[in-house]
């Protein structure tokens, strides 16, 4: 995954970087330096959780490979799945990247659940009269 984030990045002029999102739990200032490395992207790949949900909370289309549990769910609670790749299925990640820049945006999927939550909460209350 590395070397092909590595290779895409270098392919298309953009930067590389590798993004540790271990912070102090009394660190502000690692916590705003590791938000800024977030906003500085403009696409993030990543493997974990909190890479996704860090790279969606500024913005940022997501690109992620798994073979964790948490992350596949995550990405299919947003609505994301065809932007996951299994660890074992990397000859897709390049299109993946390449198209990332049409991905939903964070607000349409945002929007999409809020429409979703309350059309559930309206079915609830029409089934408890």
């Not at 490395?37 to 403009?42: G, L, M, Q, T």
């Not at 890479?51 to 948490?70: N, T």
């Not at 349409?108 to 029409?126: I, K, P, Y």
């Amino acid at each position: 995954m590395v070397s092909a984030g590595r290779s895409f990045a270098e392919e298309t002029g953009r930067d590389y970087r590798e993004i540790n999102n271990r912070i102090k739990s009394d660190s502000e200032r690692l916590l705003a330096e590791t938000v800024a490395a977030y906003r500085a992207c403009d696409v993030v790949l990543t493997s974990r959780l909190h890479g996704a949900i860090l790279g969606l909370a500024v913005g940022r289309p997501v690109v992620a490979v798994s073979g964790d549990w948490k992350l596949e769910g995550f990405m299919s609670a947003v609505g994301l799945d065809e932007w996951l790749l299994d660890h074992r299925d990397l000859n897709r990640l390049e299109s993946l990247l390449e198209a990332a820049h049409s991905q939903p945006s964070v607000e349409s999927v945002l929007d999409r659940h809020r429409t979703l939550n309350l059309r559930f909460g309206a079915e609830v209350l029409d089934a408890l009269r």
